[in-house]
């Protein structure tokens, strides 16, 4: 088998084929886990925060089979860390989604309606202003939902020690290997880099936010970027406010801001609202936006003002491959034994592991209870327009909702133009907010 990309989703789909008797050839253009795998804000997430989403697309039955598969991957997540002696700073602590202005309350209420709906209310579980504060008591936070199984990772820790199991059990790993080219060959497929070419009788595809730079995939998805900055030792800020008990947290903005602490008593603050990425320039990275990584320091001075005054220490980004359904898209390219994974919209630390175990089922053409998960060939909901119409689009939309975000924060309604803008997406069936 051939593997396309050496993020967790490459990785994962690897070690699964691996663990399935099968011969792995995973090719990599840099090195594994340096692109976002290796660098996000090591939330492993379960889906619960989309269930109502979920609902929507799938109706009740295949959303309850999917959420459900969401949770027990965290738990296979931390499971497998521990039986492969992988130190990823595996944290099963929770996570709190609290609203931080009137606008925004509905977002989490209604994840805990779904929850309820679907029968498992403990999945999600509504917290009043209080309860929220007892978790961390910043001025802004309002009411919120707490989602028992989210857990954290050191990404980089989980991203290294997964490419050190996967060459130990067998897998050839060959970085900077960037393929060019993918085209049917004889038994199967041939993935053609400028080195060499590996021909196997199937190939997994995933190379993330590169994704749109594939003529067969690139309207499917649009590339955004997340910036983090994380400040020096603060575990006084971390005292004053409570915030004890490690859950990793966002607020409940479409832009979401998202902050966790670390183990050496730093907080780590992102923000998905960065620039878009235009075309296909994307290959892994995105070039450090000294602007928005001022602008995010702003915001987490919002959310935290005892951090004012303490020092910002390491800041990084990276590109997010941005699903229009926002849901991850999984399946196989038509009339090839090629198979997909990509879309996760920021969410993919999680979902990438069950991503990894469909795609290796898809690879060695099993039909499993997995492949039968709705996500697989759900299809992307709508269709992104090429360039220039998708970058200029998404930026207007994008400056737009940067604005009703902040005129909502304020506790005040956006201008009418602001909100028709913002709604624009929608209208064509793209689903930015969760
Ligand atoms: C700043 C930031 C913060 C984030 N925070 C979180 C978070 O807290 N929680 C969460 O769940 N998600 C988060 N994410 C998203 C998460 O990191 C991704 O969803 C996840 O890592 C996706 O993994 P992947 O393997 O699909 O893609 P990637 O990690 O992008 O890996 C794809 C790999 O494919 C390689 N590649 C590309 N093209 C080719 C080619 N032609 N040939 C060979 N190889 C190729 C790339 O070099 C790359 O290594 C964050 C992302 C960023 C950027």
Known sequence: MAVIGGGYTGMWAAWHLLAAGARVALLEAGLCGHGPSGRNGGFCESMWMSAPALRRAFGDGPARRLLEASSET????????DEHDVDAWFDQSGYLCVSTASAFDEVARRAAEAAAALGSPDRVVELSPDEVRARCASPVFRTGVLIPDFATVQPARLALGLRRRVVERGGLVFERSRVRSLRAGPGGIVA??????????????????????????????????????????????IAALRWT???????????????????????????????????????????????????????????FPGLEGRRI?????????????????LGSLPGAPVHFAFGYTGNGVGPSHLAGRILASLALD????????????????????????????????RTALIRRERVEEQGDRADRLTRAICAAPAAVGMHLAR
């Open 74 to 81: 965290v738990g296979e997540i931390g499971a497998w860390c």
């Open 192 to 237: 053609e880099t400028p080195e060499g070419s590996v021909r196997a009788r199937s190939a997994v595809l995933a190379v993330g936010p590169a994704a749109r730079g594939l003529p067969a995939l690139r309207s499917r998805l649009t590339v955004t970027s997340s910036h983090i900055v994380l400040t020096e030792p603060v575990p006084d800020v």
């Open 245 to 303: 008990g490690r859950e990793c947290i966002t607020d409940a903005r479409t832009l979401i801001h998202y902050f966790r602490t670390t183990r050496d008593g730093r907080i780590a603050f992102g923000w998905g609202g960065g620039r878009l990425a235009y075309g296909s320039r994307v290959n892994g990275r995105v070039e450090l936006d000294a602007a928005v990584v001022d602008e995010v320091r702003r915001h987490a001075l919002r959310i």
């Open 313 to 329: 220490t390491h800041a990084w980004g990276g590109p997010i491959d941005v699903s229009p359904s926002h849901v991850p898209q």
């Open 366 to 397: 099993r039909r499993d209870e997995l492949t039968r998960l709705p996500i697989v060939e759900a299809g992307p909901g709508a269709w992104v327009p090429p360039e220039p119409l998708a970058w200029l689009g998404g930026s207007v939309v």
